[in-house]
């Protein structure tokens, strides 16, 4: 009976040491997953646009697009995905544009042509660098600016949305926390989540919002359910809307009048 408690001890302390020593170094890999490859432009839909370079306060450049729209009033300051880059945004972009909003879109450290290494914190930076710049250098008032974030890009979108003002914002199959998405997506995840530095709490953060906030979540999404669509709604301050999309999978493009007058709700002006 000692031996195996002996055996159970070193077992124990073994994937201790495990998950406090190496999950933190294993972090950036588990989570990310940064594309360096653009392989599209917005000139290839028919569309002049700025490329530009914005430096964080960390000193990395971020690469980003200005896609403007005449006689727009509002602009969409987009948050992409996981697995993705401002390259692979162009049916969004176009949506956007169409709808007859300026389009600003960046790409966090690592992924692109961003410098730097994507980590919770330095995903904020870039968001709140994207923010600055459209204000400063397209004298843009706050109350101009909607954030659009997708999954991921919804985590940051909201983390800026808590601590700047903006005109409006909107998040699509988002999460509520990267704890909730981990026991989720699998129970094998549920230990080793406690040594991680990410957080992306959006729920907690939610509270703190003070725009006019639309949520949308399809009921097919098979990476987050919907339910943390609902939690996250429950927590936005009015006003509010949470939109049940009834089809398409989590990176399913949205082109129909469902969504497109969702985001029309979120640009109206705050009372």
């Avoid at 176009?94 to 007859?100: D, M, N, P, V």
Wanted: net charge neutral; hydrophobic share 40%.
């Amino acid at each position: 009976m000692i031996r195996l408690f002996r055996y159970l001890f070193i077992i124990i302390l073994t994937l201790a040491c495990f998950n406090i020593l190496l999950v933190p170094l294993m972090e950036p890999g588990m989570l990310y997953e940064p594309n360096r490859n653009v392989a599209n432009t917005p000139q290839q839909i028919g569309l002049d646009y700025e490329d530009l370079y914005i430096k964080t306060s960390d000193g990395k450049k971020i690469n980003a697009w200005y896609i403007p729209k005449k006689g727009a009033k509002q602009t969409f300051l987009v948050f992409h995905g996981n697995a993705s880059n401002i390259g692979e945004q162009m049916d969004w972009i176009r949506l956007y544009h169409a709808i007859g909003v300026n389009v600003f879109i960046f790409d966090y450290h690592g992924y692109g042509k961003s410098e730097g290494e994507p980590a919770e914190a330095s995903l904020y930076l870039d968001g709140l660098a994207a923010y600055t710049y459209i204000i400063q250098e397209k004298k843009l008032l706050p109350s101009q600016i909607i954030l659009v974030g997708n999954s991921l890009g919804g985590a940051v979108a909201i983390d800026l949305a808590s601590k700047e003002w903006v005109g409006g914002l909107v998040v699509r199959s988002t999460f509520t926390s990267l704890a909730d998405s981990a026991r989720h997506i699998n129970p094998f995840y549920r230990w080793p989540i406690l040594w991680l530095s990410s957080k992306f709490d959006s729920l907690s953060k939610m509270a703190r919002v003070k725009c006019p906030t639309v949520i949308f979540h399809s009921i097919e999404d098979e990476r987050f359910p919907f339910e943390m669509a609902a939690a996250l709604y429950k927590k936005a301050p009015y006003p509010k809307r949470l939109v049940l999309l009834e089809k398409g999978e989590h990176d399913y493009f949205y082109p129909d009048s469902q969504y497109v007058n969702g985001l029309r709700w979120a640009m109206r002006p705050i009372d």
